[in-house]
């Protein structure tokens, strides 16, 4: 019996080191991320992460010593296969989860979670972004880690003996000393003897926010975010009556005030233009003095330029919801993927339809992906028009017809739109600059920068020929990114500089060439263009009109489980994990951003 208790040990032991193991890899995967990191900040990675290891290898070890406190009264071989098996069930979750975090963190930027399901509910599209060379490389390295815990936990599992025989006593005896061995493994599982149980943010040390990352254990990370879902109470900053006070305070003059008007005429022709990861990092960037959007830095001349609009968060579904809804972002869930929800946020759709505008929304790609068909349907579109619909003989890429394609069939869809008496607001969101970067140009060494000079290309494309028709006096043409990208690789997912996106007023309606340097947020976009339309946008809570003259304007996004609020005196960046601010210590700042999150939640509730 000996022999099982050392089995046990040897099981706990050597799960954690396994599992430790991860974060050196991950290190020198992202060695660039890590690369500022002292030595003793690079030790500390493995020194504070090893708590979440041991709390894995404590669920690990949970039923081995069921099997094993088992086999004393109930002897058969079947507990020790049993054993086998757990262990390689738990081997196989374990080199999956490290390999997947490895491959999503380059684009995520913070360690895996419950939030991959969202995006696998729709697997086709979900593995368009992979490259075959990394489906290669993240198949190899769970392949190889997967094997490395397989040939472990063969070995120790031979060390687990069912012994058949034994005084009754002596088995009592070993009975209890399994318990013993059982509650240590409940604490750790519970991560210790504190109040505070197992946490992800049990691990941050570092005010570098990678080496907080590659300190989480990633298998851990998941399956907590699952167990705990969503809690829509989770960010109660205040109570009920001062929340809503403080909002109110914060949307006051920016909904109220008289707003400067920058169009010739409330009815134009509406085309908004939703381009794909348009980070200002990205299409301001130049390599060998060649621009790599060329056409968007040109145009910002001819137009009402946003110097300083903030991405509301940083997928595509947060982005169009919180553009066309004027929502703010969540932290850690979509709503879009809620229809029964999101179908009662107010829209920009809904609200022109309401005034007799024709609505329609065009995208070369899937609009089933992130239930994206749906909350357009039940906010307002009339028509939708997607990869299912079109016809085209030309190749496609891994999400659909590329932007060169879409941006002729859009603008032939915009010219029968004119020919209808009703006014039409037309949307088209294009895919060329999303990962993998599939296009057919290669400018740049870097795969995606070329992608981005390629749409700036196929959207100078339809802004060029409608400047050709007859209808470009009655039309407005905005230009708006629905999040950035990681750019300059290594920037920290929560940066303010990470969530800079461009937009851009253009047309014959637009009254004249203006910059406009009042911070503010995607999700404004919605009150602004209403305004200007003179169209009511009270139900649009949390959305601010960029042009009234209010001297609070800001930018607000959210990251992983993290806010940030940036106006013209610095930026705050709070970590809700750690309950810090982790940047721009601001009592002011702080306070928006906290208010903004939880009035989104407190509107999410009421859904």
Known sequence: MISNILFILLLFVGTVVLLAIQKPIFLIWYAELAAEAEVS????????????????????????????????????????RLCRYWCYVAALLVAATFSVNLGLYEYWGFPLDGSIFQYLATPKEAMASVTLSMFVIQSLVAIIYGAVLICFYSAVVKIFKVDIGGHWGVKLLYSLLLLLL??????????????????????????????????????????????????????????????????????????????????????????????????????????????????????????VWFENMIASSFRTDRGVLATLSGFCAQPTMSIMKEPQKASHLPSVARSLRDVGYATSYIHGGDLNFTNMASYLYATGFDKLVAYKDLHFDAPTSKWGYADDVLADYFVEHLE??????????????????????????????????SSMHFADSCICRVVERLRQSEEWENTLVIIIADHAYLYPYGISASAVERHRIPMLWLGGAIDGVKQVESYCSQSDFAATLLSQLDIAHDDFALSRDIFAPCDNHFGYYTFNNGFGVVDATGSTIYDCTTESVIAGDCVERELTGKTMLQSTYNIIKQL
Request: charged letters at 15%.
């Open 41 to 80: 900040e690079l030790w500390g990675v493995v020194s504070h992460g090893i708590s979440l290891d041991a709390t894995m290898a404590g669920y690990i070890c949970a039923l081995p010593i069921l099997f094993v406190l088992l086999s004393l009264w109930l002897p058969t071989v079947w507990w020790q």
């Open 182 to 303: 059982a509650g240590l493994d409940f604490l750790a599982i519970r991560g210790g003897t504190t109040t505070a149980v197992a946490n992800v943010s049990k691990v941050y040390f570092s005010d570098k926010i990678v080496l907080n990352h590659a300190a989480v254990n990633p298998t851990f990370s998941l399956l907590s975010s699952i167990s705990d879902g969503e809690n829509l109470d989770r960010y109660n900053y205040y109570s009920a009556e001062l929340c809503a006070e403080q909002l109110a305070s914060i949307m006051e003059g920016c909904n109220s005030a008289p707003s400067e008007k920058v169009l010739k005429n409330i009815r134009p022709n509406i085309v908004l233009i939703l381009a794909e990861s348009f980070g200002r990092t990205t299409i301001d960037e130049t390599v060998a003095g060649k621009a790599v959007a060329p056409n968007i830095q040109r145009l910002k001349g001819e137009g």
């Open 416 to 449: 029968r739109q004119s020919e209808q008496p009703a006014p039409y607001f037309a949307v088209w969101q294009t895919l060329s600059s999303h990962e993998p970067f599939d296009v057919p140009t290669d400018v740049f060494e870097d795969k995606m920068l």
